[in-house]
Structures are given as C-alpha cells and as structure tokens.
T-cell receptor, first 114, second 112 residues
Framework: GAVVSQHPSRVICKSGTSVKIECRSLDFQATTMFWYRQFPKQSLMLMATSNEGSKATYEQGVEKDKFLINHASLTLSTLTVTSAHPEDSSFYIC??????????FGPGTRLTVL | GENVEQHPSTLSVQEGDSAVIKCTYSDSASNYFPWYKQELGKRPQLIIDIRSNVGEKKDQRIAVTLNKTAKHFSLHITETQPEDSAVYFCAATLDTGNQFYFGTGTSLTVIP
C-alpha cells in the first residue's frame, strides 16, 4: 500500500513553545490529509481536514489558532501546535488519501510538553 | 457530524475462540465502514472494510457484517490467535477519501 510518513516521531518541548509536525505522502499525491489526536487508551479524534491549497476545516471544539495546519503541496501537510501546554501532550496521527481510495495513516508523532 | 459507538471496550477470549465487536453509527449517509487494528504506539492498520451496498464480507478468519437499516456493523474474528491481541477501531465515513469518525475502540486480549 501507499506510504505516509510523519516527522518527528517523538518530540519533547517546554511549555509555551511551538512544535511543527510534518506529514508526507511518499508515493502518491494526496489532495486531502487528515489530522487526528489520540490520548492514551482512547480513540482517534479527528481534529481537522487539510485540503491542498486551501484552508483547513476544523472539527468542532478544535482551536484553529492553536493547531495551525498548512497543506502547501500535494505531498505535504504540517500541523503546528502553538504555545504548547502539558494538556497538548498526545499522539498525533495524520492520514492521506486520494479521492475514493483507501486512506493511509502515518506512524504518528508522540508529543510531550513539559 | 457522525457519531460512532463501539462495544465492548475490552474483550478477553481464549485462543481458538471467536471474538465479536459491534459498532453503531448515526449518519444514514455514511456508506463506507473500515475496521482498523492498532498495536501500542503504532499506526492503525486496515484489516477489513465494507461498503453499504454489501451485507457481509469475509477475509480468511475475519468477517464484517453490516445492517444498514439498523445502522450497525460488526467485526467477527474466528479461531483467534495471541497475535490478534490489539486495539480494534471501527469507523464510518461518506467514502474512503473523506474524514473518518472512529469508534471508541476495543482492547482485545487473546489468552493462550
């Protein structure tokens, strides 16, 4: 199947700093990418839908000014957690799909905010 | 938006027995229902999926059934093995290229 990568796999940062997570589709063009958040022993919660060349669509309750999403190309979407706080510590997973094709998940990024 | 409920949250079975996980969804427009297996700290892996024009689909020891009228679908794993132990998530969506709404997950433990 198609490959989706995420970078970094793990990041530890101090409270108040910003962290950028990259999601790349390595062997296909993804017009749409999705960002999910997963707390320990919980489900994947959709945060936002990222469309290439346009603004992201955020799910209800997700702060768009805190979680900045940029989908600059058909193979790259970035999630920036601004002014991170300990409660933002979580596992962030992206996924990418071509229209009407299977959705592929990235390996996830473990964010720890001290 | 879509609301997906999943039961049970935890399930323990003896090796060789069957395991059944059930999900319900709220949006009658949803027409694609994948099941994912996730091991600790890893990405979800698609194990089987079903579309709304099909009532049942089987792949070796894994099967999925869909009742579109009742808006529920189930995962059936037969002849369970220890390597089946993981967290399983159901999801519902309008189509594969659209956002997924996941169930709450089922932690399956297969006891050797």
């Amino acid at each position: 199947g198609a490959v989706v990568s995420q970078h970094p796999s793990r990041v530890i940062c101090k409270s108040g700093t910003s962290v950028k997570i990259e999601c790349r589709s390595l062997d296909f063009q993804a017009t749409t990418m999705f960002w999910y958040r997963q707390f320990p022993k919980q489900s994947l919660m959709l945060m936002a839908t990222s469309n290439e060349g346009s603004k992201a669509t955020y799910e209800q309750g997700v702060e768009k000014d805190k979680f900045l999403i940029n989908h600059a190309s058909l193979t790259l979407s970035t999630l920036t957690v601004t002014s991170a706080h300990p409660e933002d510590s979580s596992f962030y997973i992206c996924s990418a799909a071509e229209p009407y094709n299977e959705q592929f998940f990235g390996p996830g990024t473990r964010l720890t905010v001290l | 938006g879509e609301n997906v409920e999943q039961h049970p949250s935890t399930l323990s079975v003896q090796e060789g027995d069957s395991a059944v996980i059930k999900c319900t969804y709220s949006d009658s427009a949803s027409n694609y229902f994948p099941w994912y297996k996730q091991e600790l700290g890893k990405r979800p892996q698609l194990i089987i999926d079903i579309r709304s024009n099909v009532g049942e689909k089987k792949d070796q020891r894994i099967a999925v059934t869909l009742n579109k009228t009742a808006k529920h679908f189930s995962l059936h794993i037969t002849e369970t093995q220890p390597e089946d132990s993981a967290v399983y998530f159901c999801a519902a969506t309008l189509d594969t290229g659209n956002q997924f709404y996941f169930g709450t997950g089922t932690s399956l433990t297969v006891i050797p």
